[in-house]
């Protein structure tokens, strides 16, 4: 591996420079009184520059095509806002990536309705950071395709209605909405959120979701939750409450009752047949 290189000032004031990396370089503009140490940690995984202020942010976005941009603000304001739709109007492939100290969820949703890709509360640890920043840059690398449904498990996923003659996967506009269904299957994820950040209304987003995936959203939630399950009773120590309630089942009845109609067996049988003791599970093998 080669040495890294100690960050250099380049052409921009304020901007520091890594060593070489396969991504284009991000842009980081700093719009706080009390900045972070984040973009000086960045900058040991990818190649960064900084402006402070926004006077050079469209020459520095034009001569750098940047692999993403980081807004990082106290409180971006209406300033802050108006700020990030204008540069997505602009340049509306680079990923925009929203920093800030503000809780308030009105301004989360300015933002997202405002063009940002992803809205991120300081403060954050950089490899969480940094785990945001690679899902986008999927995105923009693949032009936001995504599979038909969750990640093979060994039973059936294929969502009614795909296959031949099915979904054009091509470019996915629902990327996003993937996106935050993978982090958060456990959690209460609301329509709101999802048509946020894929900046379509509600029913818009139920219209493309079912073109491009064959299924509604809820249904391809609850698939995609069951998957999860599967692999948490294929640990012979997880109890099926533990994993109706990892999955975000809160209701064991329900979970049973869906678990049994999607597999033909309930969940406890399934485990029975398909579990293998902790110690068994080759090292590296779990799901990040």
């Not at 001569?63 to 941009?69: E, G, H």
Request: charged share 25%; glycine share 6%; with cysteine.
């Amino acid at each position: 591996m080669a040495a890294k290189e100690t960050p250099q000032r380049s052409g921009f004031s304020g901007a520091t420079r890594a060593a070489p990396f396969r991504e284009p370089p991000f842009l980081w503009v700093e719009l706080t009184l009390d900045p972070s140490l984040l973009f000086h940690d960045l900058c040991d995984l990818y190649p960064g520059h900084r402006i402070s202020g926004h006077e050079d942010l469209r020459l520095a976005i034009e001569k750098l095509s940047p692999s993403f941009i980081c807004f990082e603000h106290d409180h971006p304001g209406g300033d802050g806002i108006r700020l990030l739709a204008e540069t997505s109007a602009r340049y509306p492939h680079a990923p925009l990536v929203m920093l800030t100290n503000d809780h308030a969820k009105e301004t989360m949703v300015l933002a997202y309705r405002s063009g940002a890709s992803s809205y991120v509360v300081k403060p954050i640890a950089l490899h969480e950071l940094v785990r945001e920043i690679r899902m986008l840059l999927a995105l923009g690398r693949d032009h936001a395709q995504f599979p038909a449904g969750p990640p093979a498990t060994g039973l059936p996923s294929q969502p009614e209605g795909a296959g031949a003659g099915g979904p054009d996967h091509t470019v996915s506009r629902t990327a996003a909405a993937l996106v935050r269904l993978e982090r958060g299957f456990a959690e209460d994820l609301r329509l709101e959120d999802l048509t946020m950040a894929c900046h379509m209304s509600a029913s818009h987003f139920s219209r493309t979701f079912k073109k491009e995936h064959g299924t509604s959203f809820r249904l391809y939630l609850l698939r995609y939750r069951l998957e999860r399950a599967c692999e948490f009773l294929a640990s012979a120590e997880t109890s099926v409450k533990q994993a109706a309630l990892a999955a975000g089942f809160n209701d064991c009845s329900y979970f049973d009752r869906v678990f049994r109609r999607r597999y033909g067996m309930t969940p406890r049988d399934y485990q029975a047949t398909h579990s293998t003791p902790r110690s068994e599970h080759a090292p590296g093998s779990a799901r990040s």
